[in-house]
């Protein structure tokens, strides 16, 4: 009997943050997939996340940022609204059988 293989599909990501901060926005907040749930977010009166200094476009935690914003973007979907991000995403196949 022939075995059948299974073949799944994952993302790879790659680039690298350009620090143009649209993910620290409070209206890309609500299109990104992994912020949705981010309740350590505080917003200002504006609508930013408080962290994210304006003019130097940096998070000024950024060494006790949010999980949520290390691992961020983690899927394409996340990233789909933001025009200036740096990061993409492949798709990449694996077999159920392809050593870990
Ligand atoms: S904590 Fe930092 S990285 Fe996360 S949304 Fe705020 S400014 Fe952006
Ligand atoms: S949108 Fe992408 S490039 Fe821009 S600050 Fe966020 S992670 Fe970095």
Known sequence: ????????????RSGYCCMCGECCNKHNFLDAPSWRDNTDIQL????????????TRLCLIQKTK??????????????????????????????ENDDK
């Open 1 to 12: 009997m022939t075995e059948k293989k299974r073949i799944r599909w994952n993302w790879v």
């Open 44 to 55: 200002d009166k504006e609508g930013y996340c408080r962290w994210f200094d304006r003019d």
């Open 66 to 95: 949010p999980l949520s914003c290390v691992r961020f973007p983690s899927h394409p979907t996340d990233i789909a609204s933001f025009p200036n991000c740096t990061f993409k995403f492949d798709k990449i196949y694996e077999s």
